[in-house]
């Protein structure tokens, strides 16, 4: 398991005065060090230097926007998520919220870090079907086997139909 890293070494990170932080800082730590370790998969820092600092910058990142958010917690949790006045929308969410999506946070060392140590059986995909893409083949012994198609093997039926339009049309002038 990670350990998360000390109050001091977010003081260091963010140059803001150790003294500064409310009780609330080592429990943003611990947070952004399980959210690290759930999204990439990993139990231990990486061997190397170079990785080992990634990781403890991007949950360091991610512990100060924690801990910045945590003010504004009651705002967020209002049932009104988005809004749009005039031609400006916004929606409210967290940095935490996006990242345990997989979607990119914004943050510099988070989003870095997420691409270069994620291990490979990490997948993005939340859920989903190939039923229609997967066909089941018998052979003459009666054995079986199902593979999924291809591009050039799904089927290519006409719809039925013309589709005629233009992309961004625009009026035309004379």
Do not use: C, H
């Not at 060090?33 to 949950?59: C, H, M, W």
């Not at 512990?63 to 409210?92: F, M, N, V």
């Not at 996006?98 to 994620?118: C, N, Q, R, V, Y």
Request: no cysteine; proline share 5%.
């Amino acid at each position: 398991m990670l350990s998360a890293p000390t109050t001091e070494e977010l003081a260091a990170f963010t140059g803001r005065d150790e003294a500064g932080f409310s009780a609330f800082a080592a429990q943003a730590l611990a947070q952004a060090t399980l959210l690290f370790s759930v999204v990439t998969k990993l139990t231990e820092y990486p061997d190397d230097t170079q990785g080992d600092t990634l990781a403890r910058n991007a949950i360091l990142e991610m512990a100060d926007r924690i801990y910045l958010e945590q003010p504004y917690a009651a705002a967020k949790a209002t049932p009104y998520s988005s809004e749009t006045i005039g031609s400006y929308s916004y929606a409210k969410g967290s940095s935490a919220a996006k990242a345990k999506e997989g979607a990119p946070t914004g943050l510099l060392w988070w989003d870095l870090a997420i691409d270069e140590l994620s291990l490979a059986e990490r997948s993005t995909v939340d859920s989903g079907s190939v039923s229609n893409l997967e066909r089941q083949y018998v052979y003459d012994d009666g054995s079986e086997t199902r593979a999924i198609l291809g591009p050039a093997e799904t089927d290519t039926t006409p719809l039925g139909y013309d589709i005629n339009a233009e992309l961004n049309p625009r009026p035309r002038l004379g």
